[in-house]
């Protein structure tokens, strides 16, 4: 299976940049579609995007589009978000994720799952 490590979150100030990394240790994440989510106190998990196994498609949720850029390069088994723009609605855990269903925007729809990376965007 998919183990998952995100890196990269911590505090930045409102209209600032983070570029998140998703690394597998088991370097077998070339082979499974990924997704980004995020998830703020009290509220639940949120899709934030997602990207087809070869890097090829792309999608994000209408709430990050223009601001946040998946990316992947499966030579390093690593997947990225790339978040420009952050505003302090952006703050929250983010989860990267892995499976085999195509541009999936429901969490059930992973299988594999990081520990999550905390991000913080300052007014």
Request: hydrophobic share 30%; net charge neutral; with cysteine.
């Amino acid at each position: 299976q998919v183990h998952l490590v995100e890196s990269g979150g911590g505090l930045v100030e409102a209209g600032g940049s983070l570029r998140l990394s998703c690394a597998d240790s088991g370097r077998t994440l070339k082979n499974y579609h990924a997704g980004w989510f995020r998830q703020a106190p009290g509220k639940e998990r949120e899709f934030v995007g997602a990207i087809i196994w070869s890097g090829a498609s792309t999608y994000c949720a209408e709430s990050v589009k223009g601001r946040f850029t998946i990316s992947r390069d499966n030579a390093k088994n690593t997947v990225y978000l790339q978040m420009n723009s952050l505003k302090p609605e952006d703050t929250a855990v983010y989860y990267c994720a892995a499976g085999h269903e195509y541009v999936c925007q429901v969490s059930g729809c992973y299988t594999s799952w990081g520990q999550g990376t905390q991000v913080t965007v300052s007014s």
